[in-house]
């Protein structure tokens, strides 16, 4: 179902402050490792979206005994296996969500059937089944060979030798063995060794995983970024308090707009302290002419007026450590002072949409000179007469609707399709951008 278009007229100021919703990365992760571990999490600030949702919705299908606690407080009864062997889960178009439990269910044992929305079906999956399917469980396609949906039976899992799996698709196939590797370490006498398969994409995500392991009781040994090393005997055990901190990439857009609009804008949530990767945008931003100070849990964003003919500096980067973030990247350079290259983003091809495509075609759309590779675009700036008032499609990519947010900054007025689709991650996104700007 798709929602009423927003009509953003132009727009030349930002300023203000925001508090950032929970981390998608970092909720998905844990919801899952507190159901995991024997005891009670109590999980604060956690992300309310619908990837949390479906989250949320497939461990009480398992039975796992989750109550709403307070605002964003969640409490979580968890262990292992699941109370429940045999369900029907649907997982909407969340990664963090299908592929974790893909494998947390794979090696658990039981009967389930995971799907999704239709795009998720067309989101690759194979490099993680086959690893699951290494290690001796059963693992089905019920469609296409490599894609969801899937249907899991009981395997006899044997993580005796090295696992091997590739990385070069998306660093989520790591997370997920990663996440459910104590299930089967827990009862094991050797240590349990997964091996990265050749490239390995958006590594900072990897190191959110290991992190969160670590706060849920399990150490993983890491040599470079080619063995990851679970100990026998490694079991999960609920943490007590878990403090969920904002969302890094949902900080990007705003990051964006101080840089934009002058600021200052005052983003509360995470800071020079936060496990994402995400963060690093500050860093772009910064090489583009802002300003930002880093507090530990917050940072504060000044920049230039674009809608005064300032303008930011042009840069060609690699931004495969941060492709989430980069989408936001892509925006500015329709304010710099010239054109702008983003490298190693082949992965936009198989998320929530081909976000090459898509961003080179609405790019286009706002009067943009636009050109594009297998994983790379280059997006030149724009001279106030080339502006086209133009209606963006967002093909249901919350981040194609929060990140044209910033063509807002042109001198003419841009229509946002479908905006509804931010409710993947940040279902307020666009009230708290209006609190933001003005005209
Ligand atoms: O592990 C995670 O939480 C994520 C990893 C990244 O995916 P890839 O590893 O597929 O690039 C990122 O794009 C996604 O939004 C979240
Ligand atoms: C790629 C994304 O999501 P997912 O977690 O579904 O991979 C994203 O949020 O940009």
Redesign the pocket.
Known sequence: MTSPSLHLTPVTLATGRLNLPGS??ISNRVLLLAALAEGTSQLNGLLDSDDTRVMLAALRQLGVEVKETGLAQIEVQGGSPFPVGQADLFLGNA??AFRPLTAALALMGGQYRLSGVARMHERPIGDLVDALLSLGADVQYEGNVGYPPLRIGQGTIDGGKPVAVKGSV???FL?ALLLAAPLYAAQASDDMHIDVEGEL??KP?IL?TLNLMAQFGVQVQRQDWARFTIPAGSRYRAPGRVEIEGDA?TASYFMALGAIGGGPIHINGAGSQSIQGDMAFADVIEAMGATVVRHPQSIEVRGVHVARGDKLKAFDRDFNLI??AAMTAAMLALYADGPCTLRNIG?WRV?ETDRIHAMHTELEKLGASVESGADWIRVHPMEPTRWRSASIETYDDHRMAMCFAMAAFGPVPVTILDPGCVSKTFPEFFSVFHDLVQA
């Open positions: 998608k990365s990664g963090t998306s660093s989520q997370t994409i958006s995500y959110i990439s492709p989430d992965s998320k």
